[in-house]
């Protein structure tokens, strides 16, 4: 949008002048006060001095080059050489009006052909059979928005699952089906007493009875081996489990384009360690295999001493699996910053095998906490279940449609308006967090109507339809008409320019894998718009024209809000 033709044009104007215009390019950026103009290029000082010359002159010598009077007015310089550019309200109205016939982009151009890019997103990958908790959404919901955002800049984005759905904790549920398991209530309720079952177990293990912790071992590694029993036990549990998980996916709208599990790669992984080990990259070390770095001592193990493979080998099989069958530029991990090291190495030995030209990102967060500061946990101590938490959300959100409804919903609409405000909530109460922070969870801060909240952006948007339907109008005849949009008041100005903005802030989510860079712009959006109704009457503007103008940039503030939401896996409502 107007910061990449801006960037066009400099870079026409530095060429010949300098040898890489590009470097220089992320100088120019909004000007964070308007008397600086809109933009500001900051790039004399650096320049002058690689070229060893006084700052204003080589922004004068920059501005000579420059040909913008289409897009600004003369350009100012101020201070020790800052190039300040004031957009003329012609331009601003053309690009909106482009905006505006834009369905389905809203004037957000599509990435260059030549800079799209296929990208793998690995996010969610709960452990099956184990309750899904609190720490899950975040994966979920992160990965989500990444997915989405990639997507809609124009790059092929292939979602990939991949569940822990071959680790010990099958060997519990397995110790524990044969041990613990109360038959009659496992046929009427299988997802609760599987998990019942799987408390039982760990919690023994955990009290350091051997036997048991020994015994769950020998089960997991007796699946491994393909053990028949075993087999049927794991083929029998696995979709109870995924039907639990699948009934938050729903809830989320959330879905993969591949849900490729551990199992999928069990009878891979010999193959890596042998390729490792001949290759020279991993080597044994007191009967089991690792791989070692310079300057470490800590190998990733990826053969134990009793042949057991470890996470690792898992993931280094997936890893060629992928490059084999998609052929991706990038692989980005949305996971817990507490398996950093377990990346680190991972990328590492990844490197060590020659492969360079892949980015592989470890997309890390932090921890979700309760009021108290402490990992969330419920009253007695236990996680806190997914399910139950949508629930919760919901249930208060449903208070909150209750108490305010003026519209006369009908107890359906009711429902499906408290649905998508509580759900809303938590989704976006995780993605609005810069993500490397660990939060507290608070149903009453997410929910609030005021601050940066899905609540209070459901409302923004809401209130802006509400306009249409007050004002009887048409929608779609509005953006038919042609008259100029109108400028002149600053509110308008400066919702203009925020509009505008919106593909720069999902460069910028997306540029350090970061969505509440999106968040901040939808909530700088909302706040515009508020300031600009405030001040400027829509319905009852003072002339045809001049309502047609302030009815399309209420169209073009809706459309905005609801897209951004929609990149970030939030629904929105046309009344709350
Ligand atoms: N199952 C893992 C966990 O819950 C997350 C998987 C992340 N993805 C991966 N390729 N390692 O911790």
Redesign the pocket.
């Known amino acids: 949008m107007i910061l990449n033709i801006l960037k066009n044009r400099f870079t026409l104007a530095l060429a010949g002048f300098i040898d890489d215009p590009e470097s220089y390019l992320d100088l120019i950026r909004p000007s964070q006060d308007a008397k600086f103009g809109d933009f500001q290029a900051n790039f004399a000082m650096p320049l002058a001095k690689k070229l060893s010359r006084v700052p204003r002159e080589v922004a004068n010598e920059i501005v000579a080059r420059l040909k913008i009077d289409d897009l600004c007015q003369p350009p100012e310089i101020a201070g020790p050489g800052f190039i300040n550019l004031r957009l003329r309200n012609e331009f601003l109205a053309d690009m909106l009006r482009k905006a505006v016939n834009d369905e389905n982009r809203i004037g957000v151009a599509l990435i260059e052909p030549s800079k799209q890019k296929t990208y793998i997103v ?6 099956v059979a184990k309750p899904m908790h609190v720490g ?1 959404i975040r ?1 979920t919901v992160i990965g989500n928005a990444l997915a989405r955002m990639l997507r809609f800049q124009g790059h092929r984005v292939i979602t990939d699952n ?3 759905d071959w ?1 010990t904790q099958f060997g519990m549920i397995i110790y524990g089906y044969r041990n613990f398991l109360d038959r009659e209530f496992y046929q009427k309720n299988p997802v609760e007493e599987l998990s019942r079952v799987y408390r039982v177990v760990r919690q023994k293990a955990d009290e350091s009875n051997e036997e048991i912790a020994a015994a769950v071992l020998a089960e997991t590694a007796k699946l491994h081996a393909g053990d028949v029993e075993n087999l049927k036990i794991w083929n029998e549990v696995l979709p109870h489990s995924m039907d639990e998980i699948n009934q938050i996916y729903q809830r989320l709208h959330i879905s993969f384009d591949y849900t490729l599990g ?1 199992s999928f790669y069990h009878n891979k992984l010999g193959d890596v360690v042998d390729d490792l080990l001949k290759s020279g990259i991993a080597r044994e070390t007191d009967g089991a295999v690792g791989v070692f770095f310079d300057g470490e001592e800590v190998p990733m193990l990826i053969r134990k001493k009793d042949g057991a493979f470890l ?1 690792g080998t ?2 280094l099989a ?1 890893i060629r699996y992928r490059l084999e069958t998609f052929k991706p530029d990038a692989i980005l ?4 910053f507490r ?1 950093s090291l ?2 680190e190495h ?1 990328f590492k030995t990844v490197r060590l095998t020659g492969i360079e030209n892949i980015e592989l990102t470890h997309i890390k967060f932090g921890t979700v906490l309760g009021e108290d500061g402490k990992p969330f946990k419920t009253r007695s101590g236990d996680t806190v279940g997914l399910n139950g938490l949508l629930n919760e959300a919901e249930k208060r959100a449903l208070e909150i449609v209750r108490s305010n409804d003026k519209s006369g919903f009908s107890e359906t609409e009711q429902l499906e308006t408290a649905r998508r405000i509580g759900i809303g909530a938590i989704v976006y109460a995780d993605l609005s967090q810069n993500r490397e922070s660990d939060y507290v969870f608070s149903y009453d801060k997410m929910l609030a109507m005021n601050g940066n909240t899905a609540t209070y952006m459901q409302y923004a948007f809401a209130r802006v339809r509400s306009i249409f339907v007050k004002g009887n109008i048409d929608i779609q005849e509005i953006r038919t008409k042609t008259e100029k949009l109108v400028l002149t008041e600053p509110a308008e100005r400066a919702l203009a320019l925020e509009l505008l903005k919106f593909g720069e802030a999902i460069g910028l989510a997306l540029r350090d894998y970061r969505p509440n860079f999106l968040t901040a712009y939808l909530f700088e959006l909302a706040n515009k718009y508020s300031v600009f109704f405030e001040q400027c009457p829509v319905l009852k503007a003072a002339d045809d024209n001049l309502k047609t103008s302030r009815l399309l940039l209420c169209d073009l503030t809706a459309r905005t809000l609801q897209k951004g939401l929609e990149l970030l896996g939030i629904e929105t409502v046309e009344r709350m």
């Open positions: 690995d996010y969610s990958g709960p452990n899950h994966s991949h569940l822990g680790g551990e996470y898992t993931d997936t991990y949305v996971v817990d398996q377990h990346f991972l």
